[in-house]
């Protein structure tokens, strides 16, 4: 299994990066697709996620609005737009994948910073 993140990088507050994960390998079909960000100190939390199948969204509260999660069958590639960037968006984001109905996300790509300052 391979989760292979990019598009990471430096912005200044209110700009915008795309970051992509290409997938391959899943065990299983049926997955959901998630973006796990950890800022510098604080915990991972899931920023947004994804049903493999249906397309359907889900984002954190503090980035509704602002981030899109989606996913590129073809390519087996899941990205995410993050527009009007925060300095508090700062910090290491990852893919992950899980299976519809598992509790915690079992493939963990290697990370990408983020870095937004003001």
């Known amino acids: 299994v391979q989760l292979v993140e990019s598009g990471g990088g430096w912005v200044q507050a209110g700009g915008s990066l795309r970051l992509s994960c290409a997938v391959s390998?899943?065990?299983?079909?049926?997955?959901?697709m998630g973006w796990i960000g950890q800022a510098p100190g604080m915990e991972r939390e899931v920023v947004a996620r994804i049903h493999w199948s249906t397309a359907t969204p889900y984002y954190a509260d503090f980035v509704k609005g602002r981030f899109t999660i989606s996913r590129h069958n073809a390519k087996s590639t899941v990205y995410l737009q993050m527009n009007s960037l925060k300095p508090e968006d700062t910090g290491v984001y990852s893919c992950?994948?899980?299976?519809?109905?598992?509790?915690?996300?079992?493939?963990w790509g290697q990370g990408t910073q983020v870095t937004v300052s003001s």
């Open positions: 390998g899943l065990p299983f079909s049926n997955n959901v």
């Open positions: 992950a994948a899980r299976s519809l109905f598992g509790q915690e996300y079992t493939y």
